[in-house]
C-alpha cells in the first residue's frame, strides 16, 4: 500500500506562518523608519558631531561581533519563540523611551548610544532565534519559498520604510517619529502570541543553566560545525567576503554619486532605493528559480553570473550615464538575495535542530564581522586612491566573492537536501 506522507500546507494557507510573515514585515518597514530616524535624532534634536554619529551607527551593529556566539547557546537552551517574544517586548520600552525622553526634555546623546546598542543586543538574539524557529513551523521543503517571502518583505521594507520615516520626521519630528518603530515591534509580538503551532522542547542538557566552560564549549561546538561543513565553511567565506565589500559601496556610493556625479540627494535616493528593488525582485523569484535551475545550483550560479553587472557602478557617469549605478547596484542586490535565501534553507535544512541555533549564531558573528572592517578599509582606500578606484577595487572584490560557491560541493548538485544530519560531527567538542 502506498506510504507517501501528504503534501504540506501552503505557506500562503498556512494561518501560523502568515501570522509571522505578517509580524515581520511590519516590524521591518518600523526598524526602516528608525534607520532614517535615529541619526536625524542626534544631528537636528541634539546637535550631534559628525563622529559622535558615526559612533552611533557603529554601535547599532556591533552586538553581532559581541553576543552572537553566546546568543546562539542561549537559543538552543529555550524556546525560540518565546526568546522572540521578549526581544519584541525589550525594543518596545526602549525605542520608545526615545520620544518620552524627548517630550520631557532629557533626551541625550548618550540615550541614544544606550538604546542603540541595547537594540542591537535584543536584534541579535531574535535574528538568531528567527532563522531557528523557522523549520519547526513549516516544512523543510517549503524552506526555500518561506525565506524567499520573508526575504521579499524585508527588501521591500526597505523601499517603503525611509519614505514613511521622512514623512513621519516631517509632521511629528525625529524623535516622535520613532514611535512607528516601537508600534511596529508590539504588532509582531502580538502576531508572535497568536501563533498555535508548538515547538520541541530542549533538550534537558540544553535547557539547564551552564557554567561558563560549557557555554564556551558549546559556542565552539557552532563554529567547529560551520567550519567542518564543507558548504557552510565557503558560504560563510563568500558572505563574509561579499559583506567586506558591499559595506564598501554602501558607505562610498552616496560620496561617488554627489561629489563625483553631481546627483540631487531626491536622485540619490532613488539610486539607492532601486538596489531594494533589487531585493524584491530576487525574493520573488528565488523559489521559481529553485525549481527551475536547483536550489543548490542557483546559490553558486546567482554570485558568479546575476552579479556580474555590479561592475557597472564604477562605470557610471554623469547625466544618463548615472543609471548604470542603479543597474549595477540592484543587479547585485538581486543576485545576494537569491543567493542568501538558498544558504540560508540549506543551513536550515541540513543542521540538526538542537545545534541550529548556535550554527545561526556562528555564521552571523563570522559574516557580520567584516563590515565594520570594510567601512574602515573603503574610508581609507578612498582617501588615498579616490572614490571611483576604491569602487573599482570592491565591486572587483564582491564579484570574485563568488568564487568561493563555485569551487564548492555545491557545483555538483542541482539541489539542497531537506533533512538534517542524523548527527552532529562536533557533539564531543569540549
Excluded at 521594507?157 to 516622535?176: D, R
Excluded at 528559480?289 to 550560479?301: D, E, N, P, Y
Excluded at 560557491?405 to 552532529?424: E, N, V, W
Aim: charged share 10%.
Amino acid at each position: 500500500m502506498p506510504t507517501d506522507e501528504p503534501a504540506p500546507r501552503p505557506l500562503t494557507r498556512n494561518r501560523d506562518f502568515l501570522l509571522l510573515w505578517g509580524g515581520q514585515t511590519v516590524s521591518e518597514v518600523g526598524s526602516q523608519v528608525s534607520v532614517l530616524a535615529l541619526p536625524l535624532v542626534a544631528l537636528v534634536v541634539l546637535k550631534a558631531s559628525a563622529l559622535q554619529v558615526a559612533l552611533l551607527s557603529a554601535a547599532t551593529t556591533s552586538a553581532f561581533l559581541l553576543v552572537a556566539l553566546p546568543a546562539g547557546v542561549l537559543v538552543d537552551r529555550l524556546s525560540r519563540r518565546r526568546v522572540m517574544l521578549w526581544c519584541d517586548l525589550g525594543r518596545v520600552v526602549l525605542v520608545g523611551s526615545l520620544p518620552v525622553a524627548q517630550v520631557a526634555g532629557v533626551l541625550t546623546v548618550g540615550q541614544l548610544y544606550g538604546v542603540a546598542l541595547a537594540s542591537s543586543v535584543l536584534t541579535v538574539f531574535f535574528s538568531v532565534a528567527y532563522q531557528s524557529y523557522l523549520p519547526a513551523l513549516i516544512d523543510r521543503s517549503q524552506l526555500m519559498e518561506g525565506n524567499g517571502k520573508l526575504s521579499t518583505s524585508q527588501s521591500a521594507a526597505q523601499i517603503a520604510g525611509p519614505g514613511l520615516g521622512a514623512a513621519l520626521v516631517g509632521v511629528v519630528g525625529a524623535a516622535k517619529s520613532m514611535i512607528g518603530d516601537a508600534a511596529s515591534y508590539g504588532i509582531s509580538a502580538l502576531t508572535l502570541l497568536a501563533i498555535r503551532r508548538g515547538e520541541p522542547a530542549p533538550e534537558p542538557e540544553q535547557a539547564v543553566q551552564a557554567d561558563r566552560p560549557r557555554m564556551r564549549a558549546q559556542i565552539k561546538e557552532g563554529l567547529v560545525f560551520v567550519a567542518r561543513e564543507p558548504i557552510l565553511r565557503r558560504a560563510a567565506a563568500w558572505s563574509g567576503s561579499a559583506n567586506f565589500f558591499v559595506i564598501m559601496v554602501e558607505s562610498l556610493g552616496p560620496v561617488f554619486l554627489v561629489r563625483t556625479l553631481h546627483l540631487r540627494p531626491g536622485y540619490v535616493g532613488l539610486m539607492l532605493a532601486a538596489g531594494a528593488c533589487g531585493g524584491v525582485v530576487g525574493g520573488l523569484a528565488s523559489g521559481r528559480l529553485a525549481r527551475t535551475v536547483g536550489s543548490a545550483r542557483i546559490s553558486w550560479l546567482s554570485m558568479t553570473v546575476f552579479a556580474l553587472p555590479g561592475l557597472l557602478i564604477p562605470a557610471s557617469g554623469a547625466g544618463w550615464l548615472s543609471l548604470l549605478f542603479a543597474v549595477g547596484w540592484t543587479s547585485w542586490t538581486f543576485s545576494a538575495t537569491v543567493c542568501g535565501v538558498a544558504l540560508t534553507s540549506y543551513r536550515q535544512a541540513m543542521c540538526p535542530p538542537e545545534l541550529l541555533g548556535r550554527v545561526n549564531a556562528a555564521s552571523r558573528w563570522i559574516t557580520w564581522g567584516t563590515l565594520p572592517l570594510g567601512g574602515v578599509v573603503g574610508g581609507a582606500l578612498a582617501a588615498t586612491l579616490g572614490v571611483r578606484t576604491s569602487l573599482w577595487i570592491a565591486t572587483i572584490g564582491g564579484c570574485l566573492s563568488g568564487l568561493w560557491l563555485f569551487f564548492s560541493p555545491l557545483r555538483g548538485m542541482r539541489d539542497i537536501p531537506t533533512a538534517p544530519t542524523a548527527t552532529p560531527r562536533v557533539a564531543r567538542v569540549v
